[in-house]
DNA sequence: TTGAAAGCGCTAACAG
DNA sequence: CTGTTAGCGCTTTCAA
């Protein structure tokens, strides 16, 4: 039992001849004596053997496969995301490969070498930031690029108005007759990764500010992010005095465990507390939790339906899509 | 004048390093000095150097990509095994290609294709049942291969034993002391993905057999998956009289629609009603929800693990991993 | 973290 | 017509 992919010289041995005989015969040279062509074609059958040059360097016009670069996909957010692009890719005609990057130099080291290898058609960057010098030179290498979540001019993006969804979020807390707020969300997110949690902080004070509201330091609590993390801000944060009578949070994950917390102090939801999340995954309708709905998996489809279109046809307009955002209310507020 | 194209021994003198940093700093290997990696990259751009893949590809010892072959990654427990499975990966090594397979033919497309392809040094079957034909021919190639969910002597497997989830189920309610039991869970799975339902329901049925109960037919309920279809399901099965007193849903994503259902029926949890899932996903713990976990991000780490420990030593023994079974009691029993 | 040197699978001289 | 052998450009030990 062969273990190894066979070679040439597997197919020599078990058709008696040269590995150049082989060689020959696969490339239809006609220095090859009809018989031996024979005996050579059928160790070839016999050992189910594929040339690995032919594997890859298949003269295609496109290699068949889009790459996605992500930090992570833990998140429930890049998860719906990671679905969309699936779906876009739709039938199978492009395959899939993930990078998942955990720090700045690794995310470097991708765009810098990616591009080169043209083992890719194209790309998608979740949440990943592009300064210009990157971006010279994935265009450089005539790299297909859609940005999710990181506009950018020389290339196909996809975004949503975060700080209007903070504002969406003060509106409609507002609305609901709340009046002492509260936001928990994110620091210190790591350079490679697209920060916005101080986005969706300032529009929900622009929106509270609109509504003749106040939104004192003591309310606003930012931390990097860890399930145990949340619930110590969200610990602090009811611990304040006044306690607050709704909280906006930088992500239904962050939501999610608020809502624990606040259950666990048998506070009533809604009546004592509000709590009101971002993104509009799957979580928030289990739980029945007011979410504002960045239509995560459209975001995804969309990347890659850009993505396929730019690479079969490279003048394609290029598009910046910017997608709207929801209230999805429900029980939680 | 040269007009050859550059090659990494034209990065090498350009940038003064040897031509196996060069080799680094191209696979974005982790054994790169910032410094260097930016001189040889600066190199690379003032020659305009491609690195050919095809010696790559045969000076290789293997591509570097392992593939994930999943029916969708629409559910938290497929989610949570590829959390898993990244984390396995550990440092980016080895790269991901993520095949979603939407039909049997499409499955035996890739499964016959991909291991002449030889652009994957193995794959993960998630879910996917396996019969010896494609088995043969998986092997007859050389391709490593680890089936999750489904037990293969052939190759690496992990498992999980899940008649005895559905006995730990009953045994979990009977201690709740419930008394009253019912079952939702899936039927009419299409043939390319494992069907695990009847077999948790077996479990049940056993275990409640142990303890002296029965479960009459009237508290089964199966049907194809979907959101809608799961609250039909919940509603019909609480409407059966007498009702229910507990209920063992065959997956999380089941038990979260049914918690849902009885919540909006006002049925205090768990007094009136028990609810009990299976996978041990986050969602069951947002939800406050018992279940039966089964180690799912583990089960997609250890794949990993495994096939790239096969991969780096073709001869390793086979390992069939069977992963334990918990109860995770939490407040809805 | 780096480099020297021994491969990788295949093609291309060149000799027979 | 066929085999021997020296590369090709890149990766992978292994030792420093």
Redesign the interface.
């Given at each position: 039992?062969?273990?190894?992919?066979p070679t040439i010289y597997d197919v020599a041995k078990k058709a008696g001849v040269s590995i150049t005989t082989v060689s020959r015969v696969l490339n239809n040279s006609r220095l090859a004596n009809d018989a031996t062509r024979r005996r050579v074609m059928h160790a070839v059958g016999q050992l189910?053997f594929?040339p690995?040059?032919d594997?890859?360097?298949r003269a295609r016009k496109h290699v068949g496969?889009v790459g996605v670069v992500l930090p992570?996909?833990?998140s429930p957010s890049y998860?719906q995301r990671?679905?969309g692009v699936?779906a876009g890719l739709n039938g199978?005609e492009f395959?899939?490969?993930?990078?998942?990057?955990?720090d700045r130099?690794?995310l470097d080291?991708?765009l810098?070498?990616l591009p080169?290898?043209?083992?890719l058609d194209g790309l998608i960057l979740m949440s990943m930031p592009l300064d210009a010098k990157r971006t010279a030179?994935l265009q450089a290498h005539g790299m297909e690029v859609v940005c999710i979540e990181f506009g950018n001019p020389q290339f196909c993006s996809i975004e949503v108005d975060n700080l209007e969804g903070g504002k969406m979020a003060a509106r409609h807390l507002i609305e609901r007759g709340r009046r002492r707020f509260a936001f928990i969300g994110e620091t210190g997110i790591p350079d490679h990764i697209v920060h916005l949690s101080d986005l969706r902080l300032q529009g929900f004070v622009q929106g509270m500010q609109a509504g003749g509201i106040d939104l004192p330091e003591a309310y606003i609590s930012r931390r990097p992010y860890s399930r145990e993390g949340v619930v110590e801000q969200a610990t602090e944060i009811l611990d304040v005095e006044p306690s607050p009578d709704a909280v906006f949070a930088y992500s239904d994950l962050h939501a999610?465990?608020i809502?624990?917390v606040a259950?666990r102090r048998g506070l009533r939801i809604p009546e004592d507390l509000s709590i009101i999340g971002f993104d509009g995954t799957d979580?928030a309708d289990?739980?029945?939790m007011t979410t504002i709905d960045q239509q995560l998996d459209e975001s995804g489809r969309l990347a890659a339906e850009q993505l396929i279109s730019r690479i079969r046809e490279h003048g394609r307009p290029l598009q910046n899509i910017r997608l709207q955002l929801n209230v999805i209310a429900r029980g939680s507020t």
């Amino acid at each position: 039992m062969k273990i190894r992919a066979p070679t040439i010289y597997d197919v020599a041995k078990k058709a008696g001849v040269s590995i150049t005989t082989v060689s020959r015969v696969l490339n239809n040279s006609r220095l090859a004596n009809d018989a031996t062509r024979r005996r050579v074609m059928h160790a070839v059958g016999q050992l189910g053997f594929v040339p690995k040059a032919d594997a890859s360097l298949r003269a295609r016009k496109h290699v068949g496969i889009v790459g996605v670069v992500l930090p992570f996909f833990t998140s429930p957010s890049y998860v719906q995301r990671m679905r969309g692009v699936a779906a876009g890719l739709n039938g199978g005609e492009f395959e899939l490969a993930v990078y998942t990057v955990k720090d700045r130099a690794q995310l470097d080291g991708y765009l810098s070498v990616l591009p080169l290898w043209r083992r890719l058609d194209g790309l998608i960057l979740m949440s990943m930031p592009l300064d210009a010098k990157r971006t010279a030179h994935l265009q450089a290498h005539g790299m297909e690029v859609v940005c999710i979540e990181f506009g950018n001019p020389q290339f196909c993006s996809i975004e949503v108005d975060n700080l209007e969804g903070g504002k969406m979020a003060a509106r409609h807390l507002i609305e609901r007759g709340r009046r002492r707020f509260a936001f928990i969300g994110e620091t210190g997110i790591p350079d490679h990764i697209v920060h916005l949690s101080d986005l969706r902080l300032q529009g929900f004070v622009q929106g509270m500010q609109a509504g003749g509201i106040d939104l004192p330091e003591a309310y606003i609590s930012r931390r990097p992010y860890s399930r145990e993390g949340v619930v110590e801000q969200a610990t602090e944060i009811l611990d304040v005095e006044p306690s607050p009578d709704a909280v906006f949070a930088y992500s239904d994950l962050h939501a999610a465990e608020i809502l624990k917390v606040a259950r666990r102090r048998g506070l009533r939801i809604p009546e004592d507390l509000s709590i009101i999340g971002f993104d509009g995954t799957d979580l928030a309708d289990y739980l029945n939790m007011t979410t504002i709905d960045q239509q995560l998996d459209e975001s995804g489809r969309l990347a890659a339906e850009q993505l396929i279109s730019r690479i079969r046809e490279h003048g394609r307009p290029l598009q910046n899509i910017r997608l709207q955002l929801n209230v999805i209310a429900r029980g939680s507020t």
